[in-house]
């Protein structure tokens, strides 16, 4: 008798790669602390700009703008004697619009203030000698100005205050959160991230004026105060 020994092939099957399954790992974030600071600076105003308008009205146009330069001249000839020349007097708009009489009997609250060709001259003086302020005013009015107006005292460099309320804006962010971290038993570590926030925009003092013939006494404006420039930042910690 013959036997048949039949042999079983044996496979091994072996996972490949592909099979294989994805391993996740976990990623921590750093822990972090936001704060935010305040900062405020305050200097005393070292400029005031006054605004400076001359109207006049002719039924001739050439004549308005003829009145109006005669004016202008005289006010230049006025400032000169006190150092105010060139970019000190800056005219920042100019123009002649013809306004038409009204029909007889219109009443006189419905009535313009001006007819015919009215000229407009409005000028812009930078003065840096504050005290002179006054004189500058009484200088306008006696060449014959239509208005004097907005005597805004300012700070010539307004970018470098703010930057010092900035950089007091941040110590004030890291003591509050070295506060935080000692009363949370925790260490900062470094900055993470920092935005900054607002600006406020120094807080102008107006004086408004009406033009007016040879004021008795002289004039006197003085600025009333400080400015003040305030900056905010918001910090974000590392902390461990």
Not at 8 to 33: E, R, Y
Not at 61 to 83: M, V
Not at 118 to 124: E, N, W
Not at 129 to 148: E, F, H, Y
């Amino acid at each position: 008798m013959r036997y048949l020994i039949a042999s079983a092939l044996l496979t091994v099957l072996t996972l490949s790669p592909a099979f294989a399954q994805p391993v996740i790992k976990s990623v921590s974030q750093d822990a972090t602390l936001n704060v935010q600071g305040d900062g405020v600076v305050e200097r005393a105003p070292d400029v005031a700009r006054l605004s400076i308008q001359i109207v006049t009205n002719d039924d001739n146009a050439t004549l308005s703008t003829s009145k109006n330069n005669d004016i202008y001249n005289r006010l230049q000839a006025s400032l000169a004697p006190l150092g105010l020349t060139g970019d000190a007097v800056r005219t920042t708009a100019y123009g002649v619009v013809f306004v038409p009489h009204p029909p007889a009997g219109l009443s006189p609250a419905q009535q313009q203030p001006r007819y015919g060709y009215v000229a407009t001259r409005a000028l812009l003086v930078t003065i840096s000698n504050l005290p002179m302020v006054g004189k500058v005013i009484d200088a306008a009015t006696s060449a014959g100005v239509t208005n004097v107006g907005n005597v805004n005292f300012d700070l010539k460099d307004r970018k470098s205050v703010y930057r010092a309320a900035l950089a007091v804006a941040m110590v004030d962010a890291r003591q509050s959160a070295q506060a935080v971290a000692t009363a949370g038993g925790f260490a900062l570590v470094r900055i993470h991230t920092v935005t900054v926030g607002y600006q406020y925009v120094p807080l102008v003092q107006t004086a408004m004026m009406r033009a007016a013939p040879s004021p008795p006494t002289p004039t006197d404006i003085q600025p009333g105060g400080p400015i003040s420039v305030s900056a905010h930042v918001d910090v974000t910690y590392t902390i461990k």
